[in-house]
């Protein structure tokens, strides 16, 4: 079965919005690269996969923007050609190697990770969230940054009950950010 994991760029005080952490160096691209590789596709909400094309979508010209640098396009490149499906009640067709994901979230996603392949990436805040809830992560993928946001939407607010969870990997970056990974903790039987 396919793992789902969940990867997001969080600040010490839980704060998971885009623009609240420190920009990304070339460090982080780096790892977020690499976790992209590992990804045999992505599940988007709405929010997230809107926010995701209008920054990492080719252009029709074939260029990519001038505000790039080198680190970002082997993201962009990994990002653009992955296979990408959307979760949304309000969009009625998407393109940039998506496609729609249909009917109840739990079932839906429980038959993405029976299909034959690699991993499951789900980013944003709301899907993970309600994935998180019906117990269908299997690991916990962040960089934490030094940074206090102190407003913005927070990391899996509302979860329904809580997730014990154990670390199975942490990295320190030079910026003072640290990438951990954390799967949860199996039920004894």
């Known amino acids: 079965m396919r793992a789902l994991r969940y990867a997001i760029n969080v600040t010490l005080d839980g704060c998971c919005h885009h623009e609240a952490g420190i920009p990304p160096d070339d460090e982080s691209m780096s790892y977020w690269t690499a976790e992209m590789a590992r990804a045999d596709a992505l599940l988007f909400g709405r929010v997230t996969y809107e926010m995701m094309e209008s920054a990492w979508r080719r252009p029709t010209t074939g260029a990519w923007p001038d505000w790039m640098g080198a680190s970002d396009i082997p993201f962009a490149e990994a990002i653009d050609g992955a296979r990408k499906y959307v979760v949304s009640s309000t969009l009625s067709d998407v393109d940039w190697n998506a496609e729609l994901l249909s009917g109840d979230l739990g079932p839906a996603v429980e038959q993405l990770k029976r299909e034959p392949g690699g991993d ?70």
């Open 120 to 189: 499951l990436f789900v980013g944003g805040v709301m899907l993970p969230s309600a994935l998180a809830d019906l117990g269908l992560i299997d690991e916990y993928s962040f960089i934490v940054q030094p940074v206090l946001a102190g407003h913005g939407p927070t990391l899996l607010a509302g979860l329904r009950e809580r997730i014990q969870l154990e670390l199975v990997e942490r990295r320190d970056f030079r910026s003072g950010a640290i990438a951990v990974r954390y799967r949860p903790v199996k039920e004894a039987a």
